[in-house]
C-alpha cells in the first residue's frame, strides 16, 4: 500500500521546487538589470535624448502645404516608433520644419537613415536607363563601393560604410513603385549567406507589370534596377519569370539595415523630401532635481508603506515585503531584456504603469494575508487554510489582473505615443504580478503553515484567528435565538456577542448598502457638477494638445533647469515644458510654452534673457505643433473604448454581463470625477495627467473586480439563502474590506509623499492618482455594488427572497453568521 504521508510530502516538494525556481529567476534578472542606470532605456522626460529638426525641401514652384506636412510628421512618427514603445516626440515646428526627439540616442546618422527618407521606391528596366555611363556601370556591377578596415589582431576585413550609386529621376522608366507594395518582411538571403534580405508581396497590378518584364528578360538574363531615393540598391539579373509577385531585395544587408529599410518601406513615402537643419542632446523634460527628489520621495512613501505592514500584519507583513521584493526584481529583469532589443524606453506614463502593478502586487498580497486569516477564523486548521484560503485568494487576484490586463493590451495595440508605453509596462507588470503569487507567495505560505506558522502563532499574526476559531466552537445561545429569530421572520437585537472578540477583522457587518441611495445620489450629484465644470470653465490642456511656442537658447552657462523653470514662471508661463541642450559642446535649453503668439514667447523669452544676463543673440522663438495630434489622440480614444468593451465580454463570460456594465460605470464616474476636479481648481491636463487617469482606470477595475469576485463566490455557496441579494453584496463588501483599506493605504502614501513634497513637474501627475485612488475604491463600495445589487435583486429569483426577508440589510458577524439586520 501507498503510505499515507506520501501526498503530502509531494505537495512540499513541489512547493520547495517552485520557490528554487524562483531564485533562479531572481538570480537571472539581477543579472539583467545590473547595472540599473544602464540596462534599462530612459525616455526623453527622464534621460533625454537626441533631438533632430527636419527640414522640408520643396520641389517645384507650389509651396509645401499643411496636409503634407501632417502626413510626413505622421509617416515619421510611425517609422521612429516602429519597435515598439520608444516614446519619441514628433511634432511640427513653424510651416516647413518637423522636430524629432528620440530618447537616448546620440548618433544623428543612424536616426537620419531612418526617419529621414524619402521612401520613393521604384523597380526599372536596365534597358530603360538612358544614361550609358550609368547603364554600364550598373551592369557591371559598381553601383555600390565599400569601404573597409583590416583588424590587424585577426586579419579579418570588415565593410564600415557602403556608398551607392545615385540616379537622377527622368533618367529611366519606372516599372512598378512602392505604392504597388502589399507586404514587406524580412528573411535571410540565402541559405548559407549571413546577410539578410528584403522581401515584398506586390499587389495585382504591381504581380502583372513585374511578370511581364520578367518573362520578357528572362532569355537575356537582362537586369532589374531596384532605387530607393534616387540610389540604386541592387540590380539583380533575371534568372526566371516572378509571376506570383514575391520580389526580394538583397544588397549585402545586415539584420537592422534590413529592418530600417522594412521600417521605410512599411511606412509610406514621404510627401515631400526632407534635410536635417540641427541636432542637438537634450535633457530630461522632467529635469534631474525633479527625478531626484521625486525618487526620494516614493522611496520615503513606500518605507513607510512597509512599515505599516510589518505593523499590521507582523510576520505575514515581512512575507509581504519578499513578495514585494521577488516581484520588483522579477519586472526589473524584464524590462532590462526589453531594452536590451530596443523595445522599450522608460517615461513617465510608464513609472505610472508600474506604480499601479506595484500597488497590484501589494493588493494581492494583502488579499492573500486576509483571506488566509478568514479561513482559520472560519474554522480550518493553519495548514488547510494555507492552501484553500490561498488557492481562493490567488483567483481572485487572477481575475482582477486578467481584467486590468483586457485593458493595457488595448492601449498598447491601439494607442501611441506614451500610452502606448503605460499599456506595456502595465501588462508586464501583471505577468510579473501573477507570477510571484504562483511562484512565490502561495508556495511560501504553504511551506511555512504546518510547521513554523502553527508554533508561533502570534509573530505571523494569526493569533486572533484561531482564537476566534475556538470561541466559536459553541455557539452562544444569544446567537443561537438571533438566528432563529431571523428563520421565522422577525426582526431582533443583535447579540453583544461579537464585541468580546479581539482581532483587526470586521466584528459584525457595517451596514454600506443601508446607505445606497446616499451614495449613489451623490454620485449623480459628482457626475452632473463635474461635467458642469468641464463645460462652464473648460480644462487647461497643455502645449502637448494645442501646440505653442518653442524657445532656444544658447550659451546658458551653469543656470539650472529649476531656475529656468521658476523664471518663466514669474513671467506668466508656469507650465513650460524645459529641457536642457547640448550642441557642438554648447549647454543651453529648449522650452515650450502654450502661447501661439510669437510676438507674446518672444517677450517672456526677453524677459528670462535680461533676468540672467543673455542677450537677444542667445535666443531663437518658433511656432510648433501639439506632440498630441489628432491622430494620436483619436487612436488612444478608440482603445479607451474597445478596452471597456473587452473588460465587459471578460467580466460576462467569467461572471456576468451585468458586473461588466457597472465596473465600467464605477470606472466613467471616477474618470469624471477627476477631469471635474481639474477643471475647477485650473490645473493644466498635460500627458502626466493622462498617465494618472490610465492608472486608476486600473485601480478601479482591480478595486470592483476583487468584490464582485467575492460576490460571485457567495452566490455560488448561497444554495438555500436566508437573506436577500442586497444583504449578500453588503457582506461581501465587509469581507474585503480590511483589504481595501489597507490597499488603497499602501498606494496612496507614496502618492501622497509625492504630492506634498515632490517637484512641480511631478504633482499633476500625483493629484490626478490621489483623487482617483480615493474615487477608486469609493466607487467599487458605493457605486459598482449597489448598482449591481439593484440590477440583480430584480431578476425574480431575488425578487421572491426580497418578498421574504424584507428590504432591510441582514446582518453577519466575523463568522459569516446571522445576527440581525439594519
Same mark, same amino acid.
Given at each position: 500500500k501507498r503510505p499515507l504521508n506520501k501526498r503530502p510530502d509531494n505537495a512540499q516538494r513541489k512547493n520547495v521546487w517552485l520557490i528554487v525556481v524562483t531564485a533562479v529567476l531572481i538570480i537571472a534578472s539581477v543579472a539583467l538589470f545590473t547595472p540599473l542606470d544602464k540596462k534599462i532605456n530612459?525616455?526623453?522626460?527622464?534621460?533625454?535624448?537626441?533631438?533632430?529638426?527636419?527640414t522640408a525641401k520643396s520641389t517645384g514652384d507650389s509651396p509645401i502645404s499643411a496636409e503634407d506636412m501632417e502626413k510626413s510628421r505622421a509617416i515619421i512618427e510611425t517609422r521612429v516608433n516602429a519597435l515598439g514603445a520608444s516614446e519619441a516626440v514628433v511634432q511640427l515646428q513653424g510651416n516647413n520644419q518637423i522636430?524629432?526627439?528620440?530618447?537616448?540616442?546620440s548618433d544623428t546618422e543612424t536616426a537620419l537613415a531612418t526617419i529621414g527618407k524619402t521612401g520613393k521606391l521604384v523597380f526599372a528596366r536596365l534597358d530603360s536607363f538612358t544614361d550609358p555611363e550609368i547603364r554600364e556601370k550598373i551592369e557591371h556591377g559598381e553601383y555600390i563601393e565599400y569601404e573597409t578596415v583590416v583588424d590587424p589582431a585577426t586579419g579579418i576585413t570588415f565593410i564600415v560604410s557602403t556608398k551607392r550609386l545615385a540616379v537622377e529621376e527622368g533618367t529611366y522608366e519606372s516599372l512598378i513603385t512602392g505604392s504597388n507594395i502589399r507586404r514587406v518582411s524580412v528573411g535571410s538571403a540565402s541559405e548559407a549567406s549571413s546577410y539578410f534580405a528584403v522581401n515584398l508581396e506586390l499587389d495585382q497590378a504591381g504581380t502583372s507589370a513585374f511578370r511581364k518584364a520578367t518573362e520578357d528578360l528572362v532569355s537575356s538574363h537582362g537586369q532589374i534596377v531596384i532605387i530607393l531615393d534616387g540610389y540604386v540598391e541592387s540590380a539583380p539579373a533575371v534568372q526566371a519569370a516572378i509571376t506570383d509577385g514575391h520580389v526580394s531585395i538583397t544588397g549585402n544587408y545586415s539584420l537592422?539595415?534590413?529592418k530600417a529599410f522594412q521600417t521605410v518601406l512599411e511606412s509610406g513615402s514621404l510627401p515631400v523630401s526632407f534635410e536635417y537643419a540641427q541636432s542637438q542632446v537634450v535633457g530630461p523634460t522632467l529635469g534631474q532635481d525633479a527625478l531626484k527628489s521625486g525618487v526620494l520621495v516614493a522611496l520615503l512613501g513606500l518605507a513607510l508603506v512597509m512599515l505599516y505592514l510589518l505593523f499590521f500584519y507582523r510576520g505575514l507583513g515581512i512575507l509581504t515585503a519578499a513578495a514585494m521584493g521577488v516581484f520588483a526584481v522579477l519586472y526589473l529583469g524584464i524590462l532590462a531584456f526589453l531594452s536590451g532589443l530596443g523595445l522599450f524606453s522608460l517615461s513617465l506614463a510608464g513609472v505610472a504603469g508600474i506604480v499601479l502593478t506595484i500597488g497590484m502586487a501589494a493588493d494581492s498580497s494583502i488579499l492573500t494575508m486576509e483571506r488566509f486569516r478568514e479561513e482559520i477564523r472560519m474554522g480550518r486548521s493553519i495548514k488547510a487554510a494555507s492552501v484553500s484560503g490561498v488557492r481562493h485568494a490567488i483567483w481572485t487576484s487572477i481575475d482582477a489582473d486578467l481584467v486590468t490586463l483586457v485593458s493595457a493590451l488595448s492601449l498598447f495595440f491601439?494607442?501611441?505615443a506614451s500610452v502606448k508605453g503605460f499599456g506595456l509596462t502595465l501588462a508586464l507588470g501583471i505577468f510579473c504580478d501573477i507570477a510571484m503569487m504562483l511562484l512565490f507567495k502561495a508556495p511560501i505560505i504553504?511551506? $511555512?503553515?504546518?510547521? %513554523?506558522?502553527a508554533k508561533h502563532p502570534q509573530f505571523w499574526d494569526i493569533s486572533d484567528s484561531l482564537a476566534v476559531a475556538q470561541t466559536n466552537n459553541a455557539v452562544s445561545p444569544d446567537v443561537a435565538a438571533a438566528q432563529n429569530a431571523l428563520l421565522d421572520d422577525k426582526e431582533i437585537e443583535a447579540s453583544d456577542e461579537p464585541k468580546k472578540i479581539r482581532g483587526r477583522f470586521i466584528k459584525k457587518d457595517i451596514n454600506f448598502m443601508g446607505y445606497r441611495r446616499i451614495f449613489l445620489t451623490a454620485a449623480c450629484v459628482v457626475v452632473i457638477g463635474s461635467v458642469a465644470v468641464v463645460?462652464?470653465?473648460? $480644462?487647461?490642456?497643455? %502645449?502637448?494638445f494645442v501646440g505653442g511656442s518653442s524657445v532656444t537658447f544658447h550659451g546658458t552657462g551653469e543656470v539650472s533647469t529649476e531656475e529656468v523653470r521658476q523664471a518663466f514662471t514669474e513671467f506668466g508661463e508656469p507650465n513650460a515644458v524645459i529641457q536642457t541642450t547640448e550642441a557642438e559642446g554648447e549647454i543651453g535649453f529648449l522650452v515650450r510654452t502654450t502661447t501661439t503668439d510669437v510676438t507674446s514667447a518672444t517677450s517672456v523669452a526677453n524677459k528670462v534673457a535680461d533676468k540672467f544676463g543673455w542677450t537677444t543673440d542667445n535666443f531663437e522663438v518658433t511656432t510648433i505643433g501639439p506632440d498630441w495630434g489628432s491622430s494620436v489622440i483619436s487612436a488612444s480614444l478608440i482603445a479607451f473604448l474597445v478596452s471597456l468593451v473587452l473588460i465587459i465580454i471578460y467580466i460576462a463570460i467569467r461572471f456576468e454581463y451585468k458586473m461588466g456594465v457597472m465596473a465600467v460605470v464605477a470606472l466613467l464616474h471616477d474618470l469624471v470625477l477627476v477631469m471635474g476636479i481639474y477643471a475647477l481648481v485650473g490645473r493644466e491636463v498635460n500627458p502626466n495627467t493622462i498617465a494618472a487617469?490610465?492608472?486608476i482606470l486600473g485601480y478601479s477595475l482591480y478595486d470592483t473586480v476583487v468584490v464582485f469576485h467575492r460576490i460571485a463566490d457567495n452566490?455560488?455557496?448561497?444554495?438555500?439563502p436566508k437573506f436577500t441579494f442586497m444583504s449578500m453584496a453588503n457582506h461581501s463588501i465587509n469581507q474585503v474590506f480590511i483589504r481595501s483599506i489597507n490597499t488603497t493605504l499602501t498606494s496612496l502614501i507614496p502618492v501622497l509623499f509625492m504630492l506634498l513634497f515632490g517637484s512641480a513637474t511631478l504633482q499633476d501627475f500625483a493629484f490626478a492618482m490621489v483623487i482617483g485612488l480615493i474615487a477608486g475604491t469609493y466607487s467599487s463600495i458605493a457605486i459598482a455594488t449597489p448598482l449591481f445589487a439593484l440590477w440583480k435583486g430584480r431578476e425574480e429569483k431575488y425578487k421572491k427572497l426580497t418578498a421574504k426577508f424584507g428590504t432591510k440589510i441582514t446582518r453577519f458577524n466575523h463568522n459569516d453568521e446571522i445576527i440581525g439586520q439594519m
Open positions: 530612459q525616455g526623453l522626460d527622464i534621460r533625454g535624448g537626441l533631438s533632430v529638426v527636419l522636430l524629432v526627439q528620440i530618447p537616448g540616442l537592422d539595415e534590413a491601439l494607442a501611441s504553504r511551506l $511555512l503553515a504546518p510547521r %513554523i506558522m463645460g462652464i470653465k473648460g $480644462l487647461d490642456f497643455g %502645449i502637448e487617469l490610465l492608472t452566490m455560488k455557496q448561497a444554495q438555500n
